[in-house]
């Protein structure tokens, strides 16, 4: 049976009262390493079910803005057809705009860890772009990235405009799926913007890193590809 993050249980974990407090709590949350990978071992304890999204139903029913940014949520049901019909064995990238807190994102997250066998499977393996507009899905997103360990990025912005407040770097830095992912802010750079097609910035820039290394695991895939670009040029 599957567990269900009723209003009462999300408000109480995220020590709130009422649901307009809950995404900033949980902003607060995400956004503070220590106190993040303390509350997802208090989730963790309710529930090990990583497959799908906890949020959906608190989201849908106190949280969606459906009159002002028609948002909704999309079912379980139909995050895992979308998926099956359109995801791709060879790709190790996907890409969402309007992301929501995740639903079809855990869904393809899913789809592709079950290609491996548990010993074989690393985070690095996949990668997720993502791009969200709205300010009380963002945290949301940001948990359910993190909890899962994966690699991705999430623009925090206009799709269509290309106006953005931040872009966060979700990483695993252990490349290990038993370990949750740090949260990282982008710089406003040149670079950023022209990766990222960002045309205007609607916040200051935020100094916010945690991963201050690169891990090991890519660390050695970078010297084997630097490596074998020097010794294609000693042949030459």
């Excluded at 902003?27 to 963790?44: A, G, S, T, W």
């Excluded at 010297?223 to 030459?236: P, R, Y």
Aim: glycine share 4%.
């Amino acid at each position: 049976m599957t567990t269900k993050f009723t209003a009462d249980i999300v408000h109480k974990l995220l020590g709130v009262r009422e649901a307009q407090q809950a995404p900033a709590a949980s902003m607060n949350i995400v956004m503070d390493q220590q106190k993040r990978n303390e509350l997802f071992k208090q989730f963790l304890d309710i529930s090990t079910d990583v497959s799908h999204d906890w949020f959906s139903e608190y989201f849908m029913s106190v949280q969606a803005d459906r009159k002002d940014k028609k948002q909704d949520f999309t079912p379980d049901s139909i995050s895992k057809l979308v998926n099956m019909l359109v995801g791709s064995n060879d790709s190790s990238e996907y890409y969402e705009v309007a992301a929501g807190t995740g639903s079809m994102l855990i869904q393809r997250w899913q789809q592709d860890r079950l290609k491996h066998k548990p010993w074989n499977y690393r985070p690095s393996m996949y990668f997720y772009h993502l791009e969200e507009l709205g300010d009380s899905t963002l945290p949301f997103l940001i948990f359910n990235c993190a909890i899962r360990g994966m690699n991705a990025t999430i623009v925090h912005g206009d799709s269509l405009t290309r106006a953005a407040r931040q872009v966060y770097f979700i990483q695993n830095d252990e490349d290990d799926y038993l370990h949750f992912s740090t949260v990282n802010v982008m710089p406003h750079s040149k670079d950023v913007e022209q990766e990222f097609d960002i045309r205007q910035w609607l916040e200051p820039e935020q100094n916010h890193i945690e991963s201050t290394e690169i891990p090991a695991r890519y660390n050695e895939a970078i010297q084997k590809l630097a490596a074998g670009k020097e010794d294609k040029l000693e042949e030459k």
